[in-house]
Nanobody
Framework: QVQLVESGGGLVQAGGSLTLSCERS????????LGWFRQAPGQQRDLVAT???????NYADSVKGRFTISKDNAKPMMYLQMNNLKIEDSGVYYC??????????WGQGTQVTVSS
């Protein structure tokens, strides 16, 4: 069982920056892909960015050029650098791990609120 813990959320003004971190539990898991998703109140959980085992990244169109996903292969850590934040970026951000190409694991989420 993979456990994921997010941190780094908070309140920031529009145009500001935040960095989210995701720490996963130690273990011999075959991580196929790591990702960040976000969910605004009353809306579905949407993909923000993913990074494959080989380092290939994928971003939602709405965050391209502003967000950067990365991982530390020496540590069980993943990050989301968010720049030029917009009000519509607000929501709960969830860390996701896809194991063996099949099993999805989620963190508890961290709140990001962007104010005007």
């Amino acid at each position: 069982q993979v456990q994921l813990v997010e941190s780094g959320g908070g309140l920031v003004q529009a145009g500001g920056s935040l960095t989210l971190s995701c720490e996963r539990s130690a273990g011999t898991f075959s991580i196929s892909r790591l990702g960040w998703f976000r969910q605004a109140p009353g809306q579905q959980r949407d993909l923000v960015a993913t990074i494959s085992r080989g380092g290939t990244t994928n971003y939602a169109d709405s965050v391209k050029g502003r967000f950067t996903i990365s991982k530390d292969n020496a540590k069980p850590m993943m990050y989301l650098q968010m720049n030029n934040l917009k009000i519509e970026d607000s929501g709960v951000y969830y860390c996701n791990a896809l194991v063996d190409g099949t099993y999805n694991y989620w963190g508890q989420g961290t709140q990001v609120t962007v104010s005007s």
